[in-house]
């Protein structure tokens, strides 16, 4: 079972302080690459995995989308998700994406933002959502970088000159990684890039796109806190399809 670190209601307060928390899609920086993954929603059923506040189903609605179920492990989410949102197309399920179950060929996307590296071992998910996805549906999810997951507790050197650069620490070497983000012994784990591609392939999706996302020009000019996300990838899109025949 996956940690439930969301529940523990000092990292939970601490996290409702993020720009992506107040703000929604439009306080993650990383959301209009998010967004052009995306295949058109109009009519379409859409499961998003580990959907926190609900910040993208009630989006996926109001892209075209004739359901949305919402999945994550914290109650407290979920009761944060439920308060804002009036809409009876969407439904909110607490369930642990490690041991997911869904109906085959339900889905037409699979989203995912921000959880898939809180997971021990993809390669049960993305069999499950193989299965799921209508044929032609889409897989598009955010996760953190491998550069950045095997560093934890924000890994950065300084030189004598002051200058500071990413410690790259065991990249090779896979597992759980903790780290003190928010709360003391926050777990995630590691995986190499090619790990996570090969076990999309395994599963029988195409990849589609893959970005190693960094903030534009314009985006670290607007907020010059993210200019240290173009020193190295934090985070990783991906969009995969299940094939038509």
Same mark, same amino acid.
């Given at each position: 079972?996956?940690?439930?670190? *969301? ?7 601490? *996290? ?33 995995? +580990?959907?926190?506040? +609900? ?8 892209? +075209? ?14 009761? $944060? ?11 909110? $399920? ?9 109906? #085959? ?66 990249? $090779? ?29 395994? @599963? ?28 190295? #990838? ?5 969009? @995969?399809?299940? #094939?038509? +025949?």
């Amino acid at each position: 079972m996956s940690q439930n670190i *969301y529940d523990n209601q000092g990292f939970f307060d601490a *996290y409702a302080q993020l720009l992506r928390s107040v703000h929604g899609l439009d306080g993650a920086p990383e959301w209009s690459a998010l967004k052009a993954m995306l295949p058109p929603l109009e009519g379409r059923r859409v499961v998003d995995l +580990g959907c926190g506040y +609900g910040w993208f189903c009630r989006a996926a609605r109001e892209l +075209g989308a004739d359901s949305v179920l919402g999945i994550d492990l914290s109650s407290k989410m979920l009761a $944060q998700a439920r308060a804002t949102t009036q809409d009876e197309a969407i439904e909110y $399920q607490q369930g642990d994406l490690d041991g997911l179950m869904l109906a #085959p060929k339900s889905v037409d996307l699979a989203y995912s933002s921000l959880a898939l590296h809180y997971l021990a071992d993809l390669r049960p998910l993305f069999a499950t959502l193989y299965r799921a996805l209508k044929p032609g549906g889409r897989l598009v999810f955010s996760t953190e970088h491998p550069v950045f997951t095997c560093s934890p507790n924000q890994g950065w050197l300084v030189d004598e000159a002051g200058k500071r650069s990413w410690a790259v620490n065991s990249y $090779q070497a896979e597992g759980e990684r903790r780290s003190d983000w928010m709360a003391k012994g926050v777990i995630k784990y590691h995986r190499t890039l090619g790990t996570m591609v090969n076990a999309l392939l395994q @599963a029988g999706f195409e990849l589609r796109q893959l970005n190693e996302w960094g903030p534009s020009v314009q985006q670290v000019a607007a907020n010059p806190a993210l200019a240290e996300e173009a020193e190295r #990838p934090m985070l990783l899109l991906i969009a @995969a399809q299940k #094939p038509v +025949g």
